[in-house]
């Protein structure tokens, strides 16, 4: 990319190579910023559905996952023990690990259940960004992969939401957020 690229209004998909305006492209890193291997990638809504799907294909931990917000550019996932390396309080992190999926629960489709997704009132004053869980008051549904994605998916579209920043999920067990990047 030259100097001139960033002034720019419109870019390509990095993977499909559809023309679009920059802020109708979505970050998709599986690098966490370069702290694992994977790539990083500006691509359209489609095609980050579709590598979103794949990674969720292959996903073999558990999370706890929150709708996107389109105010927020973000969603992140979280290892656990990356929340406690951020200065979450232990306590808290713990609290969020108890809303997994226990194994053997099913969503709803039969299929084993990986992700409980929350509605944002996990969040005091739906807000992610406040660092203050409140199990208590979120709707809960422990959905499989598939299930986690037509949900998500939904969310965007309906939303009409574009990421700065997408996270993919690590194997481990974490929280998915929306966060402000």
Known sequence: MGFMDAFKK???????????PKNR???YDSTKRGTRPGERLQVCRDCLMHQLSEDMDSFQGKAVAVPPLPKMGGYHFYAFWEMIEYEYPPAEVDVIRGLLPEDGTSC????????MWCSLELFEGNNPLSGEFRPEKAVKEPVCARCFMKRFEAEVRERDIYFYE???????????TPMEV
């Open 166 to 176: 997408l996270y993919s999920p690590s194997s481990e067990p974490g929280l998915w």
């Open 25 to 27: 492209l979505n970050g």
């Open 108 to 115: 709803q489709c039969g299929k084993p259940a990986k992700i």
């Open 10 to 20: 419109e870019a390509n998909c990095q993977k499909c190579m559809v023309t679009l």
